[in-house]
């Protein structure tokens, strides 16, 4: 599968971005997803992920309450809504697909098979 990930950009402390991945070559909804971040000299995070139907969802602690994460499977198209901004929410997001069926949803960089290019998010205080 190929993934393609946008709607980065420039905001500031309290706005909102939406971003979207866009998946192709093989049946999207066969796939748990999620978004990682990474920080330049930081570790890849994890921030957000939901399982095949979308009945399961998972966030990382930095993010609960803030961001929400939803999918179209009609789309191929996975979404990460990002409120209340902060500037410690600067990052490239990545976007990944995860093959394997487990219980609930992956938080390891290693659950997912397949990953998409990034998207950079700048938050400005």
């Known amino acids: 599968v190929q993934l393609q990930a946008s709607g980065g950009g420039l905001v500031q402390a309290g706005g909102s971005l939406r971003l979207s991945c866009a998946a192709s070559?093989?049946?999207?909804?066969?796939?748990?997803m999620g978004w990682f971040r990474q920080a330049p000299g930081k570790e890849r995070e994890f921030v957000a992920g939901?399982?095949?139907?979308?009945?399961?969802?998972r966030y990382g602690d930095s993010v609960k309450g803030r961001f929400t994460i939803s999918r179209d499977n009609a789309k191929d198209t996975v979404y990460l809504q990002m409120d209340s901004l902060k500037p410690e929410d600067t990052s490239v997001y990545y976007c990944?697909?995860?093959?394997?069926?487990?219980?609930?949803?992956?938080?390891?960089?290693?659950?997912?098979?397949?990953w998409g290019q990034g998207t950079q998010v700048t938050v400005s205080s």
């Open positions: 939901i399982s095949r139907s979308g009945g399961t969802t």
């Open positions: 070559g093989r049946t999207f909804s066969s796939y748990s």
């Open positions: 990944a697909a995860d093959a394997v069926y487990r219980i609930g949803v992956g938080v390891a960089t290693a659950d997912y098979d397949y």
